[in-house]
């Protein structure tokens, strides 16, 4: 018996096995308020449409697919131009178009996917897997690449989409021979970021070893199957009447590029697909949101989605990006794993990857905190799509049809909180024996000055006219207002991590004309 113990824990530790964490009494998660979000929406339809049809024209797509995804649905796509400028095959939801770049979070997805299934790590040295990487690097104290290195663009491999746009049909040996003759670096490995298209073939490459089976045909069975998603990595394999044909627009005329066949390099930026099929997908990472406990229904489990949101290697500050309306908003930029992390100055964070290849521009961005998700698909060489995207989102959110993020509820030890602090004050009578307080606090602040301080605020503000609602910032901090007449008292505090919770530290202030 004792054996099997050390085995399972073994196991269990190497995540072999399901772990389980007993979640936190009452937790409840964030919530949208607002129940007639779709509705809202809708008012923004026609615009969206008049700016999609003419950024089309004004950028020479010969043909786009475009949609906007809330709450998990595809709620609104508006399609124009043709797949085919030969046939004039018309586009519309299910017309398929090589996506590019947006290839690379399908990768991510499954190397996150076989790490919660224990067969590899994040922080596996990648030459495990590819042999022929040992020993390579730009210096010789240069860290050796890691899968994670891989996922976040921190190899220290050269930025190369010109180049590595023209690679996709290279065979498995073609690529190792090339590993294999030395590859030139432009930076120490995990010192900065600089986007790499060799990288993320390489992540290609550890599938197929790790699972014995080719990189497209893995992420077929195991994401694109489960989502009932549409999609390949080889263009002849689709009809030819769904299938999107590449223009590059030269000289005022379009030219079209040939499509390059499926090989090693499509895990970096090969993947065709549809708007109505990629909408699933999108659905499948807003899903991912707020942290919860319902049960899990994708094919990745939702802490490892997120896990692909975070920023783990800063990209830089936008510092001259403008809203539709002119009005400048510096945005902070990083590189999580296969997706791009953007905070603008509104304090609202995004999810999003472009794609561009000769033929093909692309770009998705969500919204997780608001459940909005934008899609844009076209048929030109490097089309610019993330701006269209970017304009479309402001556009939603700013034309007045008070789109509103979720809400935090408080938790139940904030609010006991709030109301056994709030029965204390002013005059802070036996605090010190209410269990209220955490072991820290009275060392922290002193019980003489707290009445004082407290007495003298109380005494400016008035008789009290109502204490309003707990307005958290996360599970254990946040603060209310006190209303009275002749102003408003803020209090804010934060709890410990003890059970139970304890105050450990806390401000009060007295204010003037504050609204919650």
């Known amino acids: 018996m004792r054996k ?36 809202k929406l809708r008012v923004a339809f026609p615009v969206v449409e008049e700016m999609v049809q003419k950024y089309a024209v004004a950028h020479h797509f010969p043909g786009y697919s475009f949609g906007i995804v809330l709450d998990g649905k595809l709620v609104y796509e508006t399609s124009g131009g043709y797949t085919n400028l030969q046939t004039k095959a018309p586009v519309n939801s299910k017309s398929m178009f090589r996506i590019a770049s947006m290839s690379k979070s399908f990768t991510a997805m499954a190397i996150l996917k076989l790490r919660d299934e224990g067969k590899l790590r994040l922080d596996d040295k990648a030459s495990m897997y590819i042999p022929e ?32 746009d023209r690679q996709l049909e290279k065979t498995s040996q073609e690529f190792l021979a090339f590993i294999k003759k ?36 893995y992420i077929k069975e195991n994401i694109w199957k489960p989502l009932t998603m549409e999609a390949s990595w080889e263009f002849s394999s689709i009809d030819d009447t769904k299938l999107a ?46 942290p919860r406990n319902n049960n899990e229904t994708g094919p990745v489990k939702r802490s490892s989605i997120r896990e692909m949101h975070q920023p783990s290697r800063f990209i830089g500050l936008n510092a001259n990006y403008k809203y539709p309306s002119g009005r400048a908003c510096p945005t902070s930029a990083a590189y999580g794993y296969g997706l791009s992390w953007l905070k603008d100055c509104t304090g609202r964070t995004s999810i999003a990857h472009s794609g561009g290849l000769p033929g093909f521009g692309s770009n998705w961005r969500i919204l997780p905190e608001y459940g909005l ?39 139940t030890a904030l609010k006991n909180a709030q109301a056994k602090l709030t029965a204390l004050l002013p005059n802070w009578k036996n605090a010190g024996a209410s269990n209220l307080f955490a072991e820290n606090f009275f060392d922290d602040y002193k019980i003489d000055a707290l009445i004082k301080e407290a007495t003298s605020i109380f005494e400016a503000a008035g008789p009290i006219t109502e204490t309003g609602n707990f307005m958290p910032e996360n599970e254990l901090r946040g603060y209310y207002y006190i209303h009275a007449k002749n102003g408003t008292i803020k209090i804010s505090f934060t709890l410990t991590p003890t059970n139970p919770s304890q105050i450990q530290e806390y401000h009060i202030s007295f204010q003037n004309h504050i609204q919650e």
């Open 182 to 217: 030395g590859i030139h670096f432009s930076t120490a490995t995990g010192s900065s970021y600089e986007y790499s298209n060799v990288g993320f073939t390489m992540l290609g490459y550890i599938i197929e070893k790790v699972t014995g089976k080719n990189y497209g045909v």
């Open 245 to 290: 044909h590449g223009y590059r627009w030269i000289a005022n005329n379009w030219t079209e590029e040939p499509l390059l066949h499926d090989g090693i390099y499509g895990a970096m930026g090969g993947m065709i697909t549809s708007l109505e099929s990629f909408s699933k997908y999108v659905s499948l990472h807003l899903d991912a949101w707020p």
């Open 373 to 411: 998700g934008v899609i844009l698909l076209a048929n030109v060489t490097y089309a610019p799509t993330a701006v269209l995207n970017t304009m479309v989102i402001d556009t939603l959110l700013r034309m007045g049809i008070d789109l509103q993020p979720r809400i935090l509820p408080a938790s």
């Open 4 to 39: 099997h113990k050390l085995l399972f824990k073994m196991v269990a530790a190497f995540g072999l096995l399901p772990f389980f964490i007993a979640a936190q009494v009452g937790y409840q998660p964030p919530y949208f308020k607002d129940s007639n979000r779709l509705e």
């Open 133 to 164: 990487l040992k020993n390579q690097g730009l210096t010789t104290d240069a860290a050796a690449i890691s899968i994670r290195d891989l996922l976040t663009h921190s190899a220290g491999f050269p930025e190369d989409n010109p180049w590595g």
